[in-house]
């Protein structure tokens, strides 16, 4: 999962999924992260705070996270994406603002948004009205649960931040290490080793993972064709987005819609 600067195509959406390691990123949903099992490294800022199961933690909008993964075996997690217009009257408190310590414990969580969450996950189960009722609770409860702080007094490293903003804001384009240099004023060699040692890949890997987050949340919500798919996500040709959807989802884009598809139809029996 590489949910890097995302636009969902819902006001309200999830994945529920085994958890793994994803480098920075930011997007304009808050995200809440629900353990389900094992636990999961949240990182915000400059930060990494622990999970275990039955954990809850909430990254606000535009704020650069990622996730490590330590413990063996099965570790899963529900993450789900809210649209910020759903919490009325507090959107400019969204921009300003965010979660000291982004984690609520178990032992500190009400029975009662742990529902609401699960709920959230059953789609065909909940209608338009009461998952908005669902999501404005959840995020309710946060905001008045968690303590807040204003952002800049978390804000990540500048240059990390201006490097996943300037990708999530030119990966449709045709872009390069040497360009992004230019662009944002710093040694391509220093850029380098930010990919290497804080993103864990390389420059042109980071770029195709941005890309693929963005082809699959199309391949799963909506009807565009494949080849749509892959010139709307920035690949320079079908089968170079083939090749590489293969090698990081071990199946072709087109068999990962059907299993989507499939998926979801038994979901609603």
């Given at each position: 999962m590489y949910p890097t600067y995302e636009t969902k195509n819902k006001e309200i959406s999830y994945e529920y999924k085994n958890s793994v390691h994803v480098p920075p990123h930011l997007h304009e949903a808050i995200e809440v992260v629900y353990v389900t099992k094992g636990s999961v490294e949240l990182g915000?800022?400059?930060?990494?705070?622990?999970?275990?199961?039955?954990?809850?933690?909430?990254?606000?909008?535009?704020?650069?996270?990622?996730?490590?993964?330590?413990?063996?075996?099965?570790n899963k997690a529900i993450y789900l994406f809210i649209e910020p217009s759903l919490l009325v009257g507090l959107q400019e408190d969204l921009k300003r603002y965010c979660p000291e310590n982004p984690v609520i414990p178990k032992n500190k969580l009400q029975d009662d948004i742990v529902s609401a969450i699960k709920m959230l996950t059953k789609a065909q189960a909940v209608n338009f009205t009461m998952s908005h009722a669902y999501a404005q609770m959840i995020l309710a409860y946060v905001v008045?649960?968690?303590?807040?702080?204003?952002?800049?007094?978390?804000?990540?490293?500048?240059?990390?931040?201006?490097?996943?903003?300037?990708?999530?804001?030119?990966?449709?384009?045709?872009?390069?290490?040497?360009?992004?240099?230019?662009?944002?004023?710093?040694?391509?060699?220093?850029?380098?080793?930010?990919?290497?040692?804080?993103?864990?890949?390389?420059?042109?890997?980071?770029?195709?993972?941005?890309?693929?987050?963005?082809?699959?949340?199309?391949?799963?919500?909506?009807?565009?064709?494949?080849?749509?798919?892959?010139?709307?996500?920035?690949?320079?040709?079908?089968?170079?987005?083939?090749?590489?959807?293969?090698?990081?989802?071990?199946?072709?884009?087109?068999?990962?819609?059907?299993?989507?598809?499939?998926?979801?139809?038994?979901?609603?029996?």
């Open positions: 915000v800022g400059k930060e990494l705070y622990h999970m275990d199961e039955g954990d809850l933690g909430i990254v606000f909008p535009n704020m650069v996270h990622h996730y490590q993964v330590f413990t063996e075996g099965t008045t649960t968690v303590k807040l702080v204003e952002k800049e007094l978390v804000k990540d490293d500048d240059l990390i931040y201006n490097v996943v903003s300037y990708v999530a804001a030119n990966f449709r384009e045709s872009i390069c290490l040497d360009k992004m240099a230019l662009e944002l004023g710093v040694n391509k060699f220093v850029l380098s080793r930010i990919f290497a040692k804080t993103f864990h890949c390389s420059f042109c890997k980071y770029i195709n993972k941005t890309r693929l987050n963005y082809a699959v949340s199309y391949l799963e919500n909506t009807n565009l064709s494949i080849t749509e798919v892959s010139l709307e996500c920035g690949f320079d040709s079908i089968r170079t987005f083939n090749r590489v959807f293969k090698e990081e989802y071990k199946m072709s884009p087109r068999d990962y819609r059907k299993f989507i598809q499939e998926r979801r139809r038994e979901e609603s029996k």
